[in-house]
């Protein structure tokens, strides 16, 4: 076999896998006469095990596979040729089954590929349930959709299409979202069009940050009741309660109707203090003792 050099960024460039595709640097040959060394000490003390059960491995291939994480990102994340791994799964020539057999270091390299989102590459398309919910949670604070789709690596209507009916998304876009989401969500931006907004995601049962457990796993479900959910901005209640005229979300008006009521207000003065109707005050009481009981 005629000797060169393998290009410096080549995965098997000072490995024994180099020096068995023709490569005679100085890196590969190094790596041959250690792995010549171990095997030969290995054998001296009866432990040589050339060989382990390609099996396991194959299954762990097909794990990642379906958490997005295919042939080509394995070997980038291990280290290893692409052709090592494609070796494992298919058949080799003139044979109908895969190999039974891989070597100790090459299963120890894809065993140690996990399948985590920060391990699949950014083009690859992954279930979208986690990213949607902490998208409707920010929109349940007052982000609009239109200032998230900004942050996001995606065309502003595709985020849209996203977080109104979406399924899949790409690991870009659930990396940016986890990101965006750490950042933002215990905020809660003001203005009217961010009490849009909430209204929205009010109107759509989208699920406010405060109401999961984790809502990154994905058999947790939201507590749509109790204050864990209760988004209110308590300075904006009081200053409504002392007659300031504010749009007030449902929660908040709840709790202001609430306060007067303590105070001993009549409905009449409650819906003069709040610019609201003497039958919304009435309606809000009633909401207010069955959120209580």
């Given amino acids: 076999m005629a000797t060169t050099d393998l290009p410096a960024d080549d995965p098997r460039h000072g490995s024994t896998a180099g020096k068995s595709a023709g490569c005679d640097c100085f890196a590969c040959r190094v790596a041959e006469s250690a792995w010549a060394r171990n095997r ?13 059960d390609a099996e396991p491995v194959r299954q762990h291939l097909l794990h990642l596979r379906k958490h997005g994480i295919g042939r080509a990102q394995v070997a980038k994340l291990s280290g290893l040729h692409e052709a090592t791994v494609n070796t494992i799964l298919r ?9 039974p057999h891989v070597r100790p270091e090459t299963a120890a390299a894809i065993l140690a590929v996990q399948p985590t989102l920060d391990n699949v590459a950014d083009a690859a398309s992954v279930d979208a ?29 595709a985020a849209y299409r996203l977080v109104s009916r979406g399924t899949r998304c790409t690991a870009l876009v659930a990396r940016a979202t986890r990101d965006i989401f750490s950042e933002l969500w215990d905020g809660r931006p003001e203005g009217r069009e961010h009490d849009r907004a909430r209204r929205m995601a009010a109107a759509r049962g989208w699920a406010p940050p405060g109401a999961w457990e984790d809502i990154d796993d994905p058999a947790d479900r939201p507590k749509l009741s109790g204050p ?3 988004v209110v901005d308590e300075a904006k209640v009081w200053r409504a309660t002392g007659g300031e005229r504010i749009d007030l979300t449902p929660r908040e008006r709840r709790m202001a109707v609430d306060i007067l009521t303590r105070q001993r207000r009549t409905a009449e003065e409650i819906a003069d203090v709040l610019g609201i109707s003497e039958r919304r005050v009435v309606s809000n009481r009633t909401r207010a003792r069955r959120v209580a009981a």
Avoid at 140 to 155: C, E, F, I, K, S
Wanted: charged share 25%.
């Fill in 228 to 230: 864990r959910c209760a």
């Fill in 91 to 99: 058949p080799r020539p003139g044979s109908t089954q895969p190999p």
């Fill in 40 to 52: 030969t000490r290995k054998i001296a003390y009866g432990v040589w095990a050339p060989w382990v």
């Fill in 129 to 157: 349930t986690c990213t949607l919910r902490k998208l409707r949670a920010l929109v349940a604070q007052g982000h609009t959709v239109r200032d998230l789709g900004r942050r996001l690596p995606m065309h502003e209507d």
